[in-house]
């Protein structure tokens, strides 16, 4: 009986450590649980923790292996393929720090979506005019917009690689090589054919390596090479690429276009680069040095310049269509070549031009929309062409090159215009972007021309400012403005423009600029900043990204010149004086 007793005994006095009585009357032992309690539950939660971690490790280690293996059997298929392809991939897997790097989920989705439409707008090209410059998308056939030089194939290029499209990068890039043909009785634009073929052909070499693609750009520069024998060495901007004969369209009355004439620099450049030739780049810099002679103090030229004399003609200021790409070039051969004291004359002038710009920028009313006005002698146009939206991206980038206080007006500056670009978009039934947009009083902003052919200088801007500020916004607004697009300009066999943004009827072009730019900039915007980083990388105006290469004086891909270094002379006005002599490179 005593052991019943004590066996009952013991067995409640058990018993009570289950009664939450016991620990209320106990509040140090209810303290004590607690703890133990919580102790538990994160030891626990940082197991579960660890695990997902591991797990998204290895799933990144496998698809590291697949593509290496892939790798592997293109080394023993075609090695000229696959030089640099590790580095590419190295540089998309691997963000800044140790740590594992998880995407946002919505990202990846996104990245996704763009992606299918790359493959959507390509495999359309390859099914109905694959090897020529466009697809018309409605009547299923293409086009040699561009004297047949596979315009789209070779712009797409890089979008391909960067995108991971593997097969579709291989085919185009066979094409180039046993079809390609340049000698072709054939009066091209030496603007577009530079920052399309050159640009496109070089992107290509810098990401796979692939000395195919070097070899036709320098091909292709040899014929375009002649436009710059004027006695000024502003370019003509047409040329023959069987035969020569440099000219000028006859509608601008024999001038120069500023845009054509000062947006080779970049690809030029960086050909001289590559092949060690100086003769690419000495080219391009004597237009800068020429333009420099008169550049004015706000540092806004006309459209329209002489060859012979060099000096501008009365014509139109603009950031929008025939000026645009000559502002933004002076910037980016700045950060080119690495923003070293050789390039420092060509930030020296963009920052004079932004002074100009200044000088141009209004306010909407009633809604306050910034924007940047024509100009025409002394009166100013309240109108923004969609190509001036470029400009709040170069703002952006250009702007951390002031001091604290400028560099943060210019970001701010680069905000409000980049709100602007996105409400050309929000504006309309459809919300793409007419060509141009006017501006009154009392009305805000109401559409011009009011075509929209793809183009891609409000997402370029979006991708800038969402890689230097961080916001989220311009991600959201770029996801809109996809999605506009797939609505209005997808059909089945590729995607058109919109001959009118109100209505909604439909064109029958494919840009290929929608597949060099548009899109990529999409995927970018979604994209890792790792992947084509702004510190290693500086896009083209055609979006073809272009490896930073260090300049210093008389210095072409690591050798020395010293005959090829011309003077810029900086005509800042200072007392009445202009500071001259300032040497590049």
Known sequence: MARNRSSSSSSSGKLRYCNPAYYLKRPKRLAMLLIVFVSVTLVVWDRQTLVREHEVELLELNEEVTQLRNMLEEIKNNPANVIEKTDHIKQAKQPPGNKAFVEDPIDIQRKQKVKDAMIHAWSSYEKYAWGQDELQPQTKNGVNSFGGLGATLIDALDTLYIMGLDEQFQRAREWVASSLDFNKSYDASVFETTIRVVGGLLSAYDLSGDKVFLEKARDIADRLLPAWNTRTGIPYNVINLAHGNPHNPSWTGGESILADSGTEQLELIALSQRTGDPKYRQKAEKVI?????????????????????????????????????????????????????????????????????????????????????????????????????????????????????????FLSLAEELAWTCYNFYQSTPTKLAGENYFFRDGQDMSVGTSWNILRPETVESLFYLWRLTGNKTYKEWGWNIFQAFEKNSR???????????????????????????????????FSPTTVISLDEWVFNTEAHPLKIVTQRDGEISGRSDGQHRPNIRLRGRKGGRFIDDIRIH
């Open 289 to 409: 040095v020429e333009l420099n002679k008169t550049f004015p103090a706000d540092g806004l030229l006309p459209i329209y310049i002489s060859p012979d004399r060099g000096t501008p003609s009365y014509s139109t200021i603009t950031f929008g269509a025939m000026g645009d790409s000559f502002y933004e070039y002076l910037l980016k051969v700045w950060i080119q070549g690495n923003k070293t004291s050789a390039v420092k004359p060509y930030r020296d002038m963009w920052e004079t031009s932004m002074k100009g710009l200044l000088s141009l920028v209004r306010r909407s009313t009633p809604s306050s929309f910034t924007y940047v006005c024509e100009k025409n002698g002394d009166s100013l146009i309240d109108k923004m062409d969609e190509l001036a939206c470029f400009a709040p991206g170069m703002i952006a980038l250009g702007s951390s090159g002031y001091g604290p206080g400028d560099s943060e007006k």
């Open 491 to 525: 059909i089945e066999s590729g995607y058109v423009g919109l001959k009118d943004v109100n209505t909604g009827d439909k064109d029958n072009m494919m840009q290929s600029f929608f597949l060099a730019e548009t899109l990529k900039y999409l995927y970018l915007l």
